[in-house]
């Protein structure tokens, strides 16, 4: 089976080749290359905003049972492309295979839960104070979107902004991940057999910051939605905001994990574990701070220490493999910066620490103790298998600790105790607290952070709010 036939998608047509720029796409578990990938040049830009603007003035009129019902075919086309898709993306972005189908699988929710809330965009109507007016509020689609997605989920980044514009009523063009490209390929492909018209969705690829400054500065684009970093987001968001467009900003954030002394503590240090290496840790909702109280701390390191070492990392495509290489050579530098400034700040490791081989961006499972809370691993998310495990006394200090960031994504709670589960989630300053299990990220449930993690939420009842605008109609 031949990895995906990289290309761009504009105006309903894959094209590639001619005198464009081409990016080697390369294999992160073996550093073979798997394709090349077309840059769009000026002129596709350009040709991607005309026709997103002149899809626009059609598709913001399908009525939504129209839109539903495209939602639906891409839903039922996903569960059937699942295995291929999740193969590719096993070779360009590194996670075991399991986990790839399982993104894309579980993408297909994604698609239906979109194809039923579209149906549900309502209007209000406001009691007059003349009984001849009649006063309407109706939501209307914003226009024309550009979004930017990453590349550790690239699939479920990508499908989660699609449906939620396509199915307000917008249109898009969408610049995925040039490291992990073959995902959003396949999703163009998807909707173009599911029946979507031309021009409502556009796939461009480049260098990210030349394409984004491009389509942000163009009046032809009403909002922007960008997942990946704090500093890139909030570059694009003064962008957006000197244009005055709308933005949904999924960023960044640094977990904390609170392990109460009365917590389930050995089946929480090895749940957690294995949750840390998800996708190699480089997931923004990753566990990254763990805080243990002291009597618990020594079984809590026992244990999690145990099953992270105990992980069998590998090819994602080989029978076995629990963790993947690390998906391209960026993310071992900064592992490397992490832990060399964790021995210069008197950390002690634990597990791991360093690269596995020298083919392949693998990088051992790691956890550091004894670390002062200004050290780096503390205090920038290290999105990787790396683990801080620091003490604490009592609620107060760890709530205070926990806070201390300019993050405010995920955040998890382990305890026993109602009256603490319920303290904490008051007092965690977080978009999502999770108790005693791992439960975000559902297509009913809200997703998203508060302070320097983001703006808006993707998903749940929220999931078109940053895609609409609304109309007050007053009439006598
Ligand atoms: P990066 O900040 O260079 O890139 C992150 C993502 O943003 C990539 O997909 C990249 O293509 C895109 N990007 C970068 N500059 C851009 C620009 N000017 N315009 C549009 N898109 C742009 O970092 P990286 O080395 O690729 O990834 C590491 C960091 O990114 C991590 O520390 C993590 O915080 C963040 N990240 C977050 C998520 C997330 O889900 N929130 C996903 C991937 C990466």
Not at 66 to 81: D, G, K
Not at 206 to 228: A, C, D, M, N, Q
Not at 397 to 410: D, K, T, Y
Not at 447 to 472: A, H, N, R
């Amino acid at each position: 089976m031949a990895y995906q036939d990289l290309a761009l998608y504009i105006d309903g047509e894959f094209v590639k080749g001619g005198d464009r720029r081409e990016q080697d796409v390369i294999n992160p578990a073996t550093q073979e290359l798997l394709g090349k990938l077309p840059h769009a040049s000026k002129a596709d830009l350009d040709r991607a905003l005309a026709a997103a603007q002149r899809a626009f003035e059609t598709w913001k009129k399908t009525s939504p049972l129209e839109r539903s019902a495209i939602l639906r075919r891409v839903a039922e086309l996903t569960r059937t492309r699942a295995k291929e898709i999740g193969r590719d993306i096993t070779l360009d972005q590194g996670k075991p295979l399991a986990e790839a189908v399982a993104e894309v699988t579980i993408c297909a929710e994604h698609a239906e839960w979109h194809a039923e809330e579209c149906r549900r965009i309502y209007g209000r109507v406001i009691p007059p104070r003349n009984p001849n007016v009649r006063q309407i509020v109706v939501r209307e689609p914003i226009g024309v979107c550009a979004a930017f997605t990453p590349w550790n989920f690239p699939f479920n980044q990508a499908i989660r902004k699609i449906v939620a514009a396509i199915g307000a009523g917008c249109t898009l063009i969408l610049k995925g991940p040039e490291d992990s490209p073959s995902a959003v390929v396949a999703l163009a492909r998807l909707f173009h057999d599911a029946g979507l018209p031309p021009g409502v969705l556009n796939i461009v690829w480049g260098v990210p910051s030349e394409v984004s400054t491009y389509l942000i500065e163009s009046p032809i684009v009403r909002k922007i939605s960008f997942t990946g970093s704090v500093p890139v987001g909030k570059q694009l968001a003064a962008m957006a905001g000197a244009h005055m467009k709308r933005v949904t900003m999924e960023l960044g954030g640094h977990s904390p994990v609170l392990v109460f002394d009365d917590a389930d503590i050995e089946p929480a240090a090895e749940m957690l574990a294995r949750f840390k290496l998800r996708n190699a840790g480089q997931v923004c909702v990753s566990p990254t701070r763990f805080y243990v109280q002291e009597k618990a701390y020594d079984r809590f390191l026992a244990r999690f220490t145990e099953v992270i070492g105990s992980i069998k990392v590998g090819n994602g495509l080989d029978d076995g493999t629990q963790m993947g290489p690390l998906a391209h050579e960026r993310r071992i530098a900064s592992m490397e910066q992490f832990l060399d400034d964790a021995s210069h700040r008197g950390g002690k490791i634990v597990a791991g620490g360093s690269r596995i081989g020298d083919k392949g961006f693998f990088f051992a499972p790691t956890v550091v103790t004894d670390l002062p809370d200004d050290a780096k691993l503390m205090v920038d998310e290290p999105f990787g298998p790396v683990a801080p495990v620091t003490r604490f006394k009592d609620t107060e200090e760890v709530l205070r600790r926990a806070n201390s960031l300019p993050f405010g994504l995920a955040s998890y709670v382990f305890t026993n105790s109602l009256k603490t589960a319920h303290h904490v989630s008051n007092g965690l300053e977080a978009g999502m607290v999770n108790i005693n299990h791992f439960g975000m990220a559902l297509s009913e449930t809200p997703f998203g952070g508060i302070k320097d993690s983001g703006i808006g939420s993707e998903g749940g009842q929220e999931t078109f709010d940053g895609y609409l605008v609304t109309k007050f109609i007053t009439q006598v």
